[in-house]
């Protein structure tokens, strides 16, 4: 497995656009406003209606309820059925964007994701500064759930594809198969596949008023039982219909199926916007037998932490050995810091959003006169300190002249140490953007390696300040 940076940029929308709807379980009216989103801050909801606005990212480990929908919630702020306005950002290869919403759930529209990309296309989709990242699979990654039979394979592949196999063990469904082979036919093979239902989960729903916004127009109805005159005209009344009935094809009326397999193919929506909590692009192919949202979004749980644990442990491929792209000479023309305060020895990559940094340490460092003397280590505070400075040198060149400005720490986060470093160590650090620099301001996440295993990490947060 790999975390690598590709030559594809971020993208997100050039302006807003809105569209309106009713939920499906709450059957109220809701407004949604796509807003464009900066670089590295990904997909997140924000809900409009309560007080300060507040925002929940699209991210797996807020997922607390799959029984009728993908569930977040966040400091007791819920969003309600994410899944196919996710589906659509993903299926338009946007990275970044806010969706505002004055309610706990989307509108349904017409049980699919298409008018959420028609919205988007209107919005114009453009390219930000930043490259993406993507999860390189190069081992199979399962999950299954026991209890549904349901499993979730991922292997390796040129790109992101999808094949999803559906069997709910009745004749009106029957056994269907979808597969996804690029990303950009999700628009046109995917998209405008609708969610559906059996007819006793519509009665269930019904009587208990889960599902307050459906209608004939956005959800298809198998019907997998006997239907009496009494249940046909609580059908009648619940859809608002003057009359209901069941075509040959054993689905309620007012509906006809986009393609044969239209239930498979909406399976495999869903398993595109699940997977988008993820929270990373993913190199590898899927295939979901008997998906639904449990073991989707369990699958994501599993593979956010995998990638977590890839990217804490993705050591620097680097040549020490080779001609370095900074030396200490060079690095001291970038950054104030002079002996015995200097902790950063050579940089052999630096881009837009990374760079990497060498030290080698060794027992002529001052700080180990006390730092133990018998015992010598070298000070956590300093490993930061040196982790930091390499940072210093990818927000440092951002500006002409950078001799004229000095970086200041504004906060660290998540500070992690999980191994000493003595004398003979080298460490390697990379630092990697979590958001843009803007106005001389980097927010930061940073690793340090000590001959091949990973020591330290920590998110930073520096300002450069130009000298009066």
Do not use: W
């Not at 409009?48 to 702020?77: F, S, W």
């Not at 091949?452 to 450069?464: D, N, T, V």
Request: a negative charge.
């Amino acid at each position: 497995m790999a975390i690598v940076n590709t030559e594809n940029k971020q993208k997100t929308i050039q302006s807003e656009v809105s569209l309106t709807g009713v939920g499906l379980h709450t059957g109220k009216n809701v407004t949604l406003t796509f807003k464009p989103a900066i670089a590295n801050s990904g997909l997140a909801f924000k809900r409009v209606d309560l007080e300060g606005a507040p925002t929940i990212e699209a991210d797996a480990n807020y997922v607390t309820n799959t029984q009728r929908g993908t569930c977040l919630e966040k400091n007791g702020v819920v969003i309600q059925t994410s899944e196919h306005v996710l589906a659509a950002l993903v299926g338009l290869d946007i990275d970044n964007v806010i969706i505002e919403l004055n309610a706990s759930e989307p509108p349904i529209m017409d049980g699919s994701s298409k008018f959420f990309i028609e919205a988007l296309e209107k919005a114009s989709i453009v390219e930000l500064e930043a490259f993406r990242e993507e999860f390189v699979v190069t081992d199979v990654i399962s999950y299954i759930d026991e209890e549904s039979g349901s499993e979730i394979l991922l292997m390796p592949a040129k790109e992101y594809q999808i094949t999803t196999m559906v069997d709910f063990g009745t004749k009106v469904l029957g056994t269907q198969n979808a597969t996804l082979n690029c990303m950009t036919d999700f628009k046109k093979e995917i998209s405008n596949s609708r969610t559906f239902s059996f007819l006793h989960e519509i009665e269930m729903l019904l009587e208990h008023g889960l599902i307050k916004g459906g209608d004939l127009n956005n959800a298809i109805v198998y019907v997998d039982k006997p239907l009496s005159p009494e249940t046909m005209e609580k059908l009648r009344k619940a859809f608002n219909k003057d009359t209901i009935a069941v075509k040959p094809n054993g689905i309620l009326d007012n509906l006809t199926l986009h393609y044969p397999n239209e239930a498979a193919r909406h399976k495999l929506l869903d398993v595109v916007g699940d997977l988008a909590l993820v929270g990373t692009r993913i190199r590898g192919k899927v295939i979901a037998n008997k998906p639904g949202h449990f073991i989707n979004t369990q699958f994501a749980k599993k593979l956010a932490k995998i990638i977590k644990n890839e990217r804490r442990n993705n050591v620097p491929n680097i040549d020490l050995s080779q001609e370095p792209l900074m030396d200490v000479t060079q690095i001291m023309d970038m950054l104030p810091h002079r002996q015995p305060f200097l902790l950063l020895d050579k940089v052999f990559e630096l881009s837009e959003n990374h760079v990497v940094g060498m030290k080698n340490v060794t027992m002529n460092e001052e700080f180990f006169k006390g730092h133990f003397p018998g015992a010598p280590v070298m000070p956590g505070v300093l490993i930061v300190e040196a982790m930091a400075q390499t940072g210093g040198i990818l927000v440092l060149s951002t500006v002409p002249d950078p001799e004229n400005y000095l970086t200041f720490f504004m906060k660290m986060d998540n500070v992690k140490f999980k191994r000493k470093v003595v004398p003979g160590d080298t460490l390697i650090f990379k630092c990697s953007l979590i958001t843009p620099i803007r106005r001389g301001i980097c927010h930061m996440q940073g690793y340090a390696y000590a001959n091949g295993k990973l020591c330290a990490e920590a998110e930073l947060m520096a300002q450069i300040s130009k000298v009066k």
